[in-house]
């Protein structure tokens, strides 16, 4: 079972930033898709984007031109930079991990206006 640990959450004004990463265990981290979803109280939870094993990138139209999903398989680490936060991504963040079908706990961000 992959175990995967998100960091980097917290309270942000809009227009702020924030970068979000998620640790992977294992050794199929390469190998692997891996995605940043959220999820709002009572909603879905929603793809924000994505990131191929061959660095192929995938956006929610939400989010484009504003986030930006990146690996680093030495660290076996992906991360998401969100730049002009706006109040609606307030939303808990969740890492997944497309190979082992796993999910990290977590982590919250919430946009103040």
């Known amino acids: 079972q992959v175990q995967l640990v998100e960091s980097g959450g917290g309270l942000v004004q809009a227009g702020g930033s924030l970068r979000l990463s998620c640790a992977a265990s294992g050794n199929s981290f390469s190998t692997t898709t891996m995605g940043w979803y959220r999820q709002t109280p009572g909603n879905e939870r929603e793809m924000v984007a994505t990131?191929?094993?061959?660095?192929?990138?995938y956006y929610a139209d939400s989010v484009k031109g504003r986030f930006t999903i990146s690996r680093d398989n030495a660290k076996n680490t992906v991360y998401l930079q969100m730049n002009s936060l706006k109040p609606e991504d307030t939303a808990v963040y969740y890492c997944r991990h497309y190979r082992g079908n796993s999910w990290g706990r977590g982590t919250q961000v919430t946009v103040s206006s």
């Open positions: 990131i191929s094993s061959g660095d192929n990138t």
